[in-house]
């Protein structure tokens, strides 16, 4: 259950604040291996494999879209929809800012799909379920922009990413994370479906909301129980 201000893995800048890096050191002598990423400020399930054998089989499931994910958001706005499925190619925004993407038709664009839910709604806020059925670089904060109802706490994906590049520059003032809804984008990695590598059986593996989740739905007059 991975906390929404921790890397998934090591960069060349960041290593410590890492969950491989921190469960190396819970787990001494152990070699662990990442099944899938989350964006750093992105809590929730994160899957991990104790073994080589493990982690190619995982690898596989994921690669033939056998793993089912989904994932809660509280979302800027009403959601005029209960359900909707959107499909839209995503790739390099090819802006100013190297990490973000965008949706549209360029060729280069790879196919991507995500399914929505609205589980609860009011005049500012919406809380949604997406269960992703492809895997792009910031599909659902992504689509959900698209859709325009960003992600609460978004600083690339909400106003342009302005928030984003003071962040990068180490000038976020407190009015900015007020003017961002949420000090981290509102993205919990709520729950995985797959089979184990081993038996074979199907597992169902859940992350209860963090309390900085449950404190944004209080804000924003959303229902902590669904």
């Known amino acids: ?12 800048k960041i290593i410590q ?13 152990r070699s662990l291996h990442l099944a899938h990423r989350l964006d750093r400020e992105t809590s929730g399930v994160l899957l991990l494999a104790k073994t080589k054998a493990a982690a190619a089989f995982l690898n596989r499931e994921f690669q ?50 995500t399914e929505f839910a609205r589980l609860a709604a009011n005049d500012e806020a919406s809380l949604l379920r997406a269960a992703p059925r492809t895997g792009r670089l910031h599909q659902i904060r ?9 992600i609460v706490g978004d600083k690339l994906y909400a106003g342009g990413g302005k928030l984003y590049m003071k962040a990068f520059r180490r000038e976020l003032l407190p009015e900015d994370l007020l003017e961002a809804g949420a000090p981290r984008q509102m993205l919990h990695a709520r ?16 992350a209860p909301l963090p309390e900085d989740f449950l404190d944004c739905l209080r804000r924003k007059g959303l229902p902590e129980a669904i």
């Open 142 to 150: 992504v689509h959900l922009a698209a859709l325009g109802h960003p």
């Open 64 to 113: 033939e879209r056998r793993v089912r994910k989904e994932y809660w958001a509280i979302v800027h706005g009403r959601a005029g929809f209960r359900k909707k499925s959107v499909s839209l190619a995503i790739g390099p925004a090819g802006r100013d800012i190297r990490v973000r993407q965008a949706a549209g038709s360029d060729e280069s664009f790879r196919a991507a799909t």
């Open 17 to 29: 604040n890492s969950a491989t890096f921190i469960l190396s050191r819970q787990f001494t002598g």
């Open 191 to 206: 729950k995985i479906e797959l089979a184990h590598p081993e038996s074979g059986l199907k597992i169902s593996l859940t």
């Open 1 to 12: 259950n991975k906390p929404g201000d921790v890397l998934s893995h090591p960069t060349d």
